[in-house]
C-alpha cells in the first residue's frame, strides 16, 4: 500500500475543507494517508500524524494545497528524500502546483493508476561557515538570496568562481537562482529565464552599484563564493524567500547545485511555454 502525505496550508480555510475531501479520496483509492502532526490535529485526525523525521522516511508520494509558496515549502521539508510531489493550485496561476481544485479526482485517479510522469527539478545549497566550523545549511527549490536589511548600507562582496576570482560586487544583494526560481525573484531583478529542464544557476545582483551588474549564468557543477570586503551590516542569506540566516563579516558562504532534487508528479503534459505565455497575457511576468 503506497503512503501518501497530504500538506494543507491551514491558514487557508479552503485548503483545510479540500484536505478533508482528498484524504476520503485517497483512502478509498486504496492509499494510506498521513498528515504532519500539526496539520492532524486541526483535521480532527491525530491518529494520522507523524512527525517530520517519519515524513520524509515513509512517504511514497506527497501533496499539497495551497499555492506555490506552499510546495516550495513542502520541497525544502522533505529534501533529501526526493519524494514525488503534486500541488493542488488554490491561488492564481502558478508555475508549480498544476491541479485545479475541480480536478482532485481526476488527479486521485491518475495518481491510483500510475499515470504520470516524473520531473526533475535541481535544488540550490548555500553553505555558512564560521570559524572554521558549519554555522548554517540552507536548501532552496527556487533560490538562495543574499540581501542587506531595510535600513544598511549596500553589499560590497567578492565573487568566485569554482574558486577564481571573478568580480567585485557593489549591490543591494545577490540571487542565485535554480531554472525553477528564474521566472520568481529573479526575473524582477532582470534575471535570464531558464528553461526547467536545464542544469545551471543564474546569478542575478540586486540593485548594482557596480560595473558588474549583468547576470551571470553557471553550469550546475560550479561552486560560488562569496567574501564580504567591507564589514556586512544587518545582511541575511535566504532559501526561497521562507527560511534565513543572518550573516557576520567573516563568515565564508559556498553556494552550489543540492546533491538532491525535487521530482514532480506531472498528471498532463502542459508545456513550460505555455504557462509562460499564460502569465505573460495575464501580466504577471
Known sequence: MKRIG???????????KLAVKIIGLLQDAGFMVVLQQRS??????????????????????????GGDGALLSLARRLYPREVPIFGINLGHLGFLTEVEAKDLELAVKKLQAGEFVLEDRIMVSAEVTRSGKQRAYLVGL????????MFARMVRMELLIDQFFTGLVSADGLIISTPTGSTAYSLSAGGPIIAPQLSALALTPICAHSLFN????????????????????????????????????????????????????????????????????????
Open 214 to 285: 549583468r547576470p551571470l549564468v553557471v553550469g550546475s557543477n560550479s561552486v560560488i563564493e562569496i567574501k564580504f570586503t567591507t564589514p556586512p551590516h544587518e545582511v541575511l542569506l535566504t532559501a526561497d524567500g521562507q527560511d534565513s540566516v543572518a550573516l557576520e563579516a567573516d563568515d565564508g558562504i559556498k553556494i552550489y547545485t543540492a546533491p538532491y532534487k525535487t521530482k514532480f508528479i506531472r498528471f498532463k503534459e502542459q508545456s513550460f511555454y505555455h504557462i509562460l505565455r499564460e502569465k505573460v497575457k495575464q501580466g504577471r511576468l
Open 40 to 65: 492532524a490535529d486541526c483535521l480532527g485526525m491525530a491518529e494520522m500524524g507523524l512527525s517530520d523525521e517519519e515524513l520524509r522516511s515513509q512517504l511514497d508520494y506527497g501533496v499539497v494545497l
Open 142 to 149: 527556487n533560490d538562495i538570496v543574499l540581501t542587506k536589511g
Open 6 to 16: 497530504v500538506f494543507p496550508l491551514l491558514e487557508k480555510p479552503k485548503a483545510v
